[in-house]
């Protein structure tokens, strides 16, 4: 081991053809850390891990994984990280307990430990009765808690997550989420992506929000809410409108109309002198209002608002 980093990207890009799918990725991530990639399908995230696991080849830039790099150390790279993909990729023709035994020895464990290391993870994650089932006989959630068992086969001290709760009912889902954090309190590094905020909230050390490619902010949840404003204000409008007046614009809120619910909608940093001055702006327009609601905002109101695309609040 080089040093004791699990992760360093260095301006990490990568491009096909014209489409920049992730664009100069710089960022650490420190040992024992809990650490989210956030944003919406398209945004990079899983390209990003791609990359960092070895099945992509980065366009521009590189990483490191405790000082060995993903490219030219890759073998290296390898014996540190435990993979758990979003989509299953287990062989189908093996059972649950082969498929897992298999994957032991393919990251080095000695022949006589395979078999002990395959029912101890189908027991903790409460598959041992499904030993002889294939995966595609097992649910949904039994795939993704066998994925994750899979992942941490080895022993590794990075386990990347490639939106691991996706698709689970509410149990599942809050078994994996409590090993996770079980682990981590154990020096473990964890990096996965999901684009469900509640879920970052809760686990997460640090998150770092994507959009189009590019990491917009970086920070733990409650800096980003300090960073971003604090302040939900939510004005219900009594008629409905196609677009808000330029002056919003103008004076800097940073207003949205949601045309579903007859709101407009503000992430401020002062709620109450937020909300005079945008229903002065209504008054003025001759725009009538039936409501005012000022409430703290949360990460998902200041991620919808940074993965938003660039879009005039004028516009229709």
């Known amino acids: 081991m080089k040093n004791n980093l699990p992760v360093k990207f260095f301006e990490l890009s990568k491009t096909f053809g014209e489409t920049v799918a992730v664009d100069s990725a710089d ?24 990359m960092l696991i070895g099945l992509a080849t980065p ?7 405790f000082g060995y790099d993903i490219s030219g150390d890759y073998r290296q ?6 993979f758990a993909p979003a989509e299953a990729n287990l062989d189908r023709e093996f059972n649950i307990f082969d498929n897992l035994r298999f994957h032991a020895g393919y990251n080095g464990i000695p022949a006589r430990d395979r078999g002990k290391k395959a029912e101890e993870q189908l027991r903790t994650f409460d598959l041992w009765k499904k030993k002889e089932d294939k995966p595609y006989e097992l ?22 997550l490639d939106e691991p709760t996706a698709g689970l009912d509410l149990e599942t889902k809050e078994t994996v989420q409590n090993y996770v954090k079980k682990i981590t309190s154990q020096g473990v590094t964890i990096l996965f992506t999901t684009h469900q905020i509640d879920e970052a909230e809760k ?9 189009e490619g590019r990491i917009v902010e970086i920070g733990d949840p409650e800096e980003l809410l300090e960073k971003g404003q604090g302040d939900l204000v939510r004005i219900k409008l009594d008629e409905d409108l196609r677009r808000l ?18 709101e407009v909608r503000a992430v401020v940093a002062d709620g109450s002198e937020a909300a005079a001055g ?6 003025t327009s001759d725009i009538a209002t039936r409501s005012v609601h000022i409430e703290k905002a949360s990460l998902e109101d200041l ?10 609040i004028t516009d229709d």
């Open 139 to 160: 649910s949904t959630g039994m795939r993704k808690k066998l994925l994750f068992a899979r992942s941490l086969i080895a022993d590794p001290e990075i386990i990347i």
């Open 278 to 283: 945008i229903l002065q702006i209504l008054h």
């Open 77 to 82: 790279v390898h014996k540190f990280i435990g």
């Open 245 to 262: 007046p330029k002056t919003l614009l103008e004076n800097g809120f940073r207003a949205e109309l949601d045309r579903d619910s007859g």
């Open 203 to 211: 686990l997460c050390d640090r998150v770092a929000i994507m959009r």
């Open 27 to 50: 960022f650490s991530i420190q040992k024992g850390e809990f650490f989210g990639l956030l944003g919406p399908n398209g945004a990079g995230k899983t390209t990003l891990i791609k």
């Open 303 to 312: 991620f919808l608002r940074l993965t938003a695309k660039n879009k005039s």
């Open 59 to 65: 366009t521009e830039g590189t990483a490191e994984v």
